[in-house]
């Protein structure tokens, strides 16, 4: 399918949109359509996640299962491998959006934080819990049972939270990328949920109810806390949703595993 003057829901060259501005990964886009479709290509960012997800994930496995790298090792180069990958985008949102939200005392002040490129104390201490918390999550999936396929559906759902909080939240501040972009019509967002949603589904079994309900509560809560401080969403806000997202659906799967 191309995109034509009636701009459809679907456009094979979406997939390469959503990839070139979630990762690194070297693709070929054609920026003027790219920016023709802009926030309609937002239902392909879970299949970006899925690319991420399998390369943290075969990385890591890949080390500890073949090359007999310690689990906590093996963890650590997949964790690099993501941040490699993604450019460290959403760990850069996760601390602007630390220093903002809780550095600002009115919308106005937050989203001026926000845009600075220093980083404060709350946005150091939110890259090292995050880190910390994603590192140990990798540590013990690597050897779990089915271990691959719940860091791919992981990645996945939490890209789709960002699609689902960019439709629902307007635009906190009148430039930035997620300005940019746009924002998806309430279809997008729902082929977006269909596509995280039906791996995880595929991957997790059961589980995936368990993964569905922090996805959208962990997904909630940062919506209501970025409505209340600045208004609305950003870059940012987007970024940090998904770190959270992601470390709480590594939390709950672990506590799955133990039941």
């Not at 995936?208 to 806000?237: E, H, N, S």
């Amino acid at each position: 399918m191309t995109v034509s003057d009636t701009n459809p829901t679907l456009a094979a060259s979406d997939v390469g949109a959503a990839i070139g501005l979630l990762t690194r990964i070297p693709v070929r886009v054609d920026i003027d359509r790219a920016t023709a479709r802009g926030a309609k290509a937002a239902w392909a960012y879970p299949i970006a996640g899925l690319i991420v997800g399998f390369l943290v994930g075969i990385v890591g496995i890949s080390a500890s299962s073949l090359l007999g790298v310690p689990a906590p090792l093996a963890a650590a180069l997949g964790l690099a491998v993501g941040i490699i990958v993604t450019g460290a985008m959403h760990e850069d949102g996760l601390a602007d959006t630390a220093d903002g939200l809780w550095g600002g005392w009115d919308p106005e002040g937050r989203l001026k934080i926000m845009k600075d490129s220093y980083i404060g104390a709350y946005g150091v201490i939110a890259i090292v819990l995050s880190l910390l918390i994603r590192w140990m999550i990798l540590t013990t999936l690597i050897d779990a049972d089915g271990g691959l396929w719940m860091i791919i559906a992981i990645a996945a759902l939490s890209r789709t939270a960002m699609v689902v909080l960019m439709t629902w939240l307007p635009n906190a501040r009148t430039g930035g990328l997620s300005r940019a972009v746009g924002r998806p019509d309430k279809m997008t967002a729902v082929i977006a949920a269909a596509i995280g949603g039906g791996f995880a589904i595929i991957s997790l079994g059961g589980t995936m109810i368990i993964a569905a309900g922090i996805t959208v509560l962990a997904t909630l809560g940062c919506g209501i806390i970025a409505r209340a401080k600045i208004g609305g969403q950003t870059g940012d806000i987007l970024g940090a949703t998904q770190q959270i997202c992601e470390m709480g659906l590594g939390i709950g799967l672990i506590c799955a595993l133990a039941l």
